[in-house]
């Protein structure tokens, strides 16, 4: 079992910037792929980014490529994702997962594990 716990959503203004984190205990975390996810209202669940255990292999959204960074400390278990120039259209609850693979995949149902999701208001 993983569990994993965000935080770090808030309200920030169109442009601005915000990081969220996901803590994580229980199996090793470092061989996990974890990823980002979002979801608003009225709309699917939707990939963000994903990052390999090494941390050297990462894959965006095209809607947030360029403006989100993820990362990961395998030390301290937790993996961040860094937004910058948001936008009204990135409000939506951000959810962490985590996934035993060895291959990156973008579909919410191939992730084993997820958090309670931290929210995350852009506005206009």
Request: charged share 15%.
């Given at each position: 079992q993983v569990q994993l716990v965000e935080s770090g959503g808030g309200l920030v203004q169109a442009g601005g910037s915000?990081?969220?984190?996901?803590?994580?205990?229980?199996?090793?975390?470092?061989?996990?792929?974890?990823?980002?996810?979002?979801?608003?209202p009225g709309k699917e669940r939707e990939f963000v980014a994903a990052i390999k255990w090494s941390g050297g292999s990462t894959y965006y959204a095209d809607s947030v490529k360029g403006r989100f960074v993820i990362s990961r400390d395998n030390a301290e278990?937790?993996?961040?994702?860094?937004?910058?120039?948001?936008?009204?259209?990135?409000?939506?609850?951000?959810?962490?997962?985590?996934?035993?693979?060895?291959?990156?995949?973008?579909?919410?149902?191939?992730?084993?594990?997820?958090?309670?999701?931290?929210?995350?208001?852009?506005?206009?």
């Open positions: 915000l990081r969220v984190s996901c803590a994580a205990s229980g199996r090793t975390f470092s061989r996990y792929i974890m990823g980002w996810f979002r979801q608003a278990n937790t993996v961040y994702l860094q937004m910058s120039t948001l936008k009204p259209e990135d409000t939506a609850v951000y959810y962490c997962a985590a996934e035993a693979s060895f291959t990156i995949h973008t579909r919410a149902t191939a992730y084993d594990y997820w958090g309670q999701g931290t929210q995350v208001t852009v506005s206009s």
